[in-house]
T-cell receptor
Framework: AQSVAQPEDQVKVAEGNPLTVKCTYS??????LFWYVQYPNRGLQFLLK??????LVKGSYGFEAEFNKSQTSFHLKKPSALVSDSALYFC?????????????FGQGTELSVKP | EAQVTQNPRYLITVTGKKLTVTCSQN?????MSWYRQDPGLGLRQIYY???????DKGDVPEGYKVSRKEKRNFPLILESPSPNQTSLYFC?????????????FGPGTRLTVT
């Protein structure tokens, strides 16, 4: 069965420190991996994606993610966290195929950045 | 501005009273989808549509209906809502051509069924 796991419900970091939000996946075939962010009372916003190529993917707002095929992981990172990064982050996977853009989401990780 | 819109944003209703949540996108996307978001469960797909008049069940379709008569609109219908359908609902769309599969999400509809 296809699945995505975000092992941490909550991540707390101090402003200026690096942050990591973890994601692991289990799919058959080549995965297309995504990170989305949800701010309070807002819809999900696309951050970045991995389709193929370089394992380090750069996205919006200074975020990046590292694809690791052997560990089936796609962790989200940022070198220096901002208070405004505080939000709910979702990892998702879509398997390339006839169903188009079906996304399977992790349960979400709440990121809290303190001044 | 490219966007997905949903209406209403907030809805409180009673068990059994039929309701419709509208969704519209202005990006000429072929693919549209409905998700529900519940704490600790992330987002789960309810129904999706590959194009006009083409719809199919997602992972949690029970109690929901959809239609896709026009490319831009994809309404979600609850014919007899129940309290376990209290949730936050998101509509999303994406282009199915090429290798780009990021989805664009609406602002969400918070539904409470009493």
């Amino acid at each position: 069965a296809q699945s995505v796991a975000q092992p941490e419900d909550q991540v707390k970091v101090a402003e200026g420190n690096p942050l990591t939000v973890k994601c692991t996946y289990s799919v058959s075939g080549n995965p297309y991996l995504f990170w989305y962010v949800q701010y309070p009372n807002r819809g999900l916003q696309f951050l970045l994606k991995y389709i193929t190529g370089d394992n380090l993917v750069k996205g919006s707002y200074g975020f990046e993610a590292e694809f690791n095929k052997s560990q089936t992981s796609f962790h989200l990172k940022k070198p220096s966290a901002l208070v405004s990064d505080s939000a709910l982050y979702f990892c998702a996977v879509s398997v390339y195929g006839n169903q188009g853009g079906k996304l399977i989401f992790g349960q979400g990780t709440e990121l809290s950045v303190k001044p | 501005e490219a966007q997905v819109t949903q209406n209403p944003r907030y809805l409180i209703t009673v068990t059994g009273k039929k309701l419709t949540v509208t969704c519209s996108q202005n990006m000429n996307h072929e693919y549209m989808s409905w998700y529900r978001q519940d704490p600790g469960l992330g987002l789960r797909q309810i129904y999706y549509s590959m194009n006009v008049e083409v719809t199919d069940k997602g992972d949690v379709p029970e109690g929901y209906k959809v239609s896709r008569k026009e490319k831009r609109n994809f309404p979600l219908i609850l014919e007899s809502p129940s309290p376990n359908q209290t949730s936050l609902y998101f509509c999303a769309s994406s282009a199915t051509s090429g290798r780009s599969y990021e989805q664009y999400f609406g602002p969400g509809t918070r539904l409470t069924v009493t």
